[in-house]
């Protein structure tokens, strides 16, 4: 050592300087460099530090951001789509589809249904009678109850829009949780619909594909990225690994994911091995947690990446050095006249760059290894400065790209409006999420890279590819309607709007959609259809006429108004005024009527007028009309009932009415003429029988009963017209009383007539009286006869007819079944139809003075109203005339009368004790008289009573008993009951000149009893006694 000291010390100044000055410049180079690396280094590992940790909180933020956000844009949209399917229940009611307490049931139905993340639900609350009275209409736990306490209800009735988070418990929670709530209003009805949910549930609203590209984004040198992972070690976003790694090891054993999970927040290194580069690398990591989501955010990066500007400067520190030795040691002498005070700035200007002043610079004013040493580190500097820079720079702008990226893609995320990208190929770059709803995929990736085609029907693949994708290549844009099918076939039709995505220089580089979902409107339009379609058969398919008039002329009309008036409906609808259907006589009082309604006066709603059908038939119509507006101006809405049918049966029940009250009245004339006839034929036999053969008052007396007779044939016509004349039907087949009458009519009609039987093949049996039939058919017969006085053709004919609706519409008969038909149909001259209304009239007659009584058509109407028939005819002038009558078919199980009739012998005469009981005090003695005449021996009753005390008194002699059957104290039939209780076996014939409902009406039940009437002779009288005696 001493000879090493004692050499050092042998050396020239300049050498000492030298040898001195290089060990201590390189000494101080390389103290320096190493001051200087180790400050870079620290500068370096402070910046790899701040980066991953803002890296980290930039994410976090994003996170939690992004699930704040999507949650209250879903609790928006929630909130926003139930108050349009209100609105829709609104519309119905205020339609008259359904009332508005049921669209209110249905709105709260479907608000109920809807959970949201968890445990979170829809409500609704009605702010009418705010602040004081606000009940919740619509609550899975508070229906009913007034929230007016909660805050946040009046906060939502004085706000009516709006986002809040607040702490809420429900009646049964211990603990109130908080909670997120977006309101609206629905105006007509005042409620507020809310959408809420749990803050602690919120993440289960948010899908991770809604920040995953922003997360994967963050880029650190060529290897580093951020990932998220939770607790448990699952990966949720990263940019190559899935699955759980919670045991995964590094390159050197080290379980540093484990570590992770269980620190959650700190820094980390571990070796990583890179199968592509054989070999491994250390990585750094920091990482951070977020509690609400329970994940941990990392952001890693490879050390050698971060540490290579520092092996740069080694590079440059080496040079350095060697350039500064070689100068240094040939200028030494120079350099150490200046070494202290540039060695001192090189020190300061070191020490300041290493304290991170990138812009620090060394004076440059030498050439010199000093100098040269400056110039390399103002390069070192300009070249951290400007990597400074532009890394400062380069994040700034990264920074501001991921945020308006970010900015966008929580737009198209969150939009409910699906969004489409593609390639000019055709192939999808990008769908949001609503899209992937209607698309029924449940990933965008599933949808990316797929070409769009495969999503529509092969007719439009051929129009997209031939005609609209070439379209928009050309313009730039097309907009129509186009149906899309989803992964599952589904079919939803949209409106599309095509357009070009171009670069810089105009140039296309995608093809963008944005695609609007119809269905909804698809399906209202379908409903309004089938609804006006409905209304619309209503009205085609009413039995009743109905039109639209506007400006004088109809506008609309149904099937039935078209019927009525015998037009097509191009006939009718805006071709022809609506007056001109009028009848002249009525068009006055129906203008009056419209104009008044079409001024809102008031007017009659209903009323009838005459309208002139197409072929000219005047027809009463019904006709109700209300103003209303059509196509945007007043017009007259109307119904229209054809009442022709109706007004004729009115006529015919006051027809009928009318021939009851004459019936009635010719029934009480003849009740009196029987009477009196009864006497009178009675005295007259008497007469003729006291009188000898010569005598000449037997002449007088012949003539009395010629004339009596005659009164009584006429009583009988009487009878007949008004249906009250006693009758004895019997089942008879209606062919064999044509054929039996035939004979009796070819000698009534003329030779010049020809007449035409046709029968039926079945041959109908009715019950009938056959005489009075006869009767019918002569008279209708005789009146044919008139009515072709220079010939023609007489037609009878039989048939069966069923008793349909019609029928009974017509005739107002009860009942169904089959009517025998007998029909006469004549080619005479015919009748108008004011003739026709009163053919059936009593006297009531066309021919001339002397011709006829007009009594033949009335008697033939009785007789077949008799016997519950019906009558029609129809006529016209010179076209002839058919007379239909109707019988209804006879049952099997008649009874025959109980005492058939005996044909009078020349023995009439008994000894038998006979009571009378007749109330008029002539017929009553000539009674007595023929039968004391006879024999009988008689004991006369005055009226009921007197005939039951009278029978009680002799009750053991009296062997017939003949009852007046219309007596004063008590009829003919009481009278008999109360006799029938004295002696139960007693014989009895009544008697009567009423009619034969007043006779029904006593009891007399026809055919159930001995019965002769008045006017009776003696012969009719004794053999009619003899017979009941005898029987």
């Known amino acids: 050592m001493s000879r090493l000291f004692s050499f050092f010390y042998n050396f020239k100044i300049r050498s000492k300087l030298a040898l001195v000055f290089a060990a201590a410049f390189i000494v101080s180079i390389t103290a320096s460099s190493a001051i200087l690396y180790t400050l870079v280094r620290k500068t370096v590992e402070s910046n790899i530090d701040r980066e991953l940790r803002d890296a980290n909180a930039s994410i976090r933020d994003l996170v939690q951001t992004a699930v704040h956000v999507s949650a209250r ?11 349009e399917i209100v609105r829709h229940l609104y519309l119905q009611s205020q339609k008259g589809l359904i009332t508005n307490s049921e669209a209110k049931s249905r709105a709260g139905a479907i608000l109920l249904t809807q959970v949201i993340g968890k445990t979170g639900y829809m409500f609704a609350c009605d702010i009418r009678r705010a602040p004081g009275h606000i009940p919740f209409v619509v609550h899975p736990k508070l229906d009913g109850q007034n929230g007016a306490d909660a805050n946040v209800v009046q906060r939502a009735a004085k706000e009516r829009n709006g986002y809040v988070e607040y702490p809420w418990r429900n009646p049964g929670e211990t603990v109130a949780r908080n909670k997120a709530t977006y309101f609206v209003c629905f105006e007509p009805w005042q409620w507020i619909i809310g959408a809420s949910a749990y803050t602690d549930e919120v993440p289960r609203l948010t899908s991770v594909k809604d920040f995953e590209k922003q997360i994967l984004s963050f880029r650190f040198g060529t290897t580093g990225h951020s990932f998220i992972m939770n607790s448990r070690g699952d990966m949720i976003v990263h940019p190559e690994l899935t699955g759980n790694y919670y045991g995964q090891k590094d390159a050197k054993g080290a379980a540093f994911i484990e570590s992770i ?23 750094v990591a920091v990482f951070a947690y977020i509690p609400e989501l329970d994940w941990i955010v990392v952001s890693t990066g490879s050390l050698e990446e971060f540490y290579r500007p520092l092996v740069q400067i080694k590079r440059f520190s080496l040079i350095g050095l060697i350039i500064s030795l070689i100068l240094g040691l040939s200028l030494i002498s120079w350099i150490s006249s200046h070494m202290t005070n540039r060695l001192k700035n090189l020190m300061k200007t070191f020490e300041n760059g290493a304290a991170g002043d990138f812009t620090v610079r060394m004076e440059n004013e030498t050439k010199d290894e000093i100098g040269l040493l400056a110039r390399y580190f103002n390069l070192l500097m300009e070249k951290l400065d400007s990597y400074n820079s532009s890394l400062k720079s380069e994040i700034h702008e990264r920074s501001a790209a991921e945020k308006q990226l970010a900015i966008f893609r929580e737009f198209a995320e969150n939009s409910g409006q699906p969004l489409l990208m593609t390639n000019l190929s055709g192939k999808i770059t990008y769908v949001n999420a609503a899209l992937c709803i209607t698309l029924d995929e449940e990933r965008p990736e ?11 029907s092969e007719g439009l693949k051929q129009e997209l590819k031939d005609k609209i994708i070439p379209t928009v290549l050309r313009q730039g844009q097309w907009l129509g309607e186009l ?8 079919p939803t039709p949209t409106i599309q709007n095509l357009f070009l995505i171009r670069d810089d220089t105009r140039n296309p580089l995608y093809l963008a959609s944005i695609i609007t979902d119809i269905s909804e409107h698809k399906k209202a339009q379908q409903a309004l259809r089938e609804s006006e379609e409905k209304y619309r058969s209503v009205v085609e398919e009413s039995l009743v006429g109905v039109c639209i008039i506007q400006d004088g002329y109809l506008q609309y009309v149904n099937k039935k108004y078209c019927e009525i008036s015998g037009y097509t409906y191009e006939e009718l609808v ?28 008031r007017c009659v709603s209903e009323f009838e007028y005459r309208r002139i059908r197409k072929d000219g038939e005047i027809i009463v119509v019904k006709a109700l009309g209300t103003r209303s507006i059509y196509r945007g101006r007043p017009a007259i809405i109307g119904t229209l009932l054809d009442i022709s049918k109706e007004q004729a049966l009115e006529h015919q029940l006051r027809q009928a009415q009318k021939m009851e009250a004459i019936g009635q009245l010719a029934g009480g004339v003849a009740h009196d003429f029987n009477n009196i006839l009864t006497a009178v034929i009675g005295y007259a ?15 007088y007396v012949d003539h009395i009963l010629s004339s009596s007779e005659k009164a009584a044939g006429l009583t009988q016509s009487l009878l007949a017209f008004s249906r009250k004349q006693l009758i004895k039907p019997e089942p008879q087949q209606v062919n064999r009383i044509v054929q039996e009458s035939e004979k009796l009519l070819k000698r009534l009609l003329t030779e010049d007539i020809d007449l035409r039987i046709t029968l039926s093949a079945e041959d109908p049996t009715i019950l009938c009286d056959v005489t009075q039939l006869h009767q ?42 089959k009517y025998a038909l007998i029909s006469f149909t004549d080619t005479g001259h015919g009748m108008d139809q004011r003739t026709t209304d009163q053919i059936f009239n009593p006297f009531f007659t066309t021919k001339e003075t002397g011709k006829g009584t007009g009594l033949g058509l009335s008697i033939v109407y009785g007789v077949v109203e008799q016997h519950n028939g019906h009558i029609d005819v129809r006529s016209a002038v010179n076209k002839g005339t058919t007379f239909n009558l109707y019988f209804p078919i006879a049952r099997e199980d008649l009874r025959e009368p109980l005492v058939p009739e005996i044909a009078p012998t020349e023995k009439h ?53 003949i009852l007046d059957v219309v007596m004063p104290n008590g009829n003919g039939n009481e009278a008999y009951q109360e006799i029938q209780e004295i002696r139960r076996n007693v014989k009895v014939i009544f008697t009567s000149g009423y009619t034969g409902d007043v006779i029904l009406g006593k009891g007399i039940q026809d055919g159930a009893f001995n019965f002769i009437s008045k006017p009776a002779s003696p012969r009719n009288l004794l053999t009619k006694v003899r017979a009941v005696l005898d029987s």
Request: charged share 30%; glycine share 8%.
């Open 73 to 83: 844009n879903h609790l928006r949209a929630l909130a926003e789509t139930n108050r």
């Open 261 to 283: 999970c269980k620190r959650k927040e700190g820094k980390i290194t571990y070796w990583w091995h890179y199968p592509d580069r054989y070999g491994m690398a250390e990585r």
């Open 446 to 456: 599933a949808v990316i890279g797929t070409s769009v085609l495969s999503y529509y």
């Open 483 to 490: 149906t899309v099918r989803s992964a599952k076939g589904r």
């Open 574 to 601: 805006r071709t022809i005024p609506h007056l001109e259907l009028v009848h002249p006589d009525d068009r006055e009082m129906v203008r009056d009527s419209f104009n008044g309604r079409l001024r809102k006066e």
């Open 685 to 699: 036999n008497l007469l003729k029988i006291k009188v000898g053969q010569d005598d000449p008052v037997g002449v």
């Open 776 to 817: 019918v058919l002569l008279n209708l017969s005789t009146n044919a006869r008139d009515a072709m006085p220079g010939g023609g053709t007489l037609t009878i004919r039989t048939a069966t007819a069923d008793a349909g609706k019609d029928f009974v519409m017509t005739t107002g008969k009860k009942g169904s079944g």
């Open 909 to 961: 005469r008994g000894t038998e004790v006979i009571l009378v009981a007749e109330d008029n005090a002539t017929v009553r003695q000539l009674t007595r008289e023929v039968l004391e005449d006879s024999g009988y021996t008689v004991i006369e009753a005055t009226d009921g009573r007197d005939a039951v005390q009278r029978f009680s008194e002799n009750r053991e002699k009296i062997d017939l008993v």
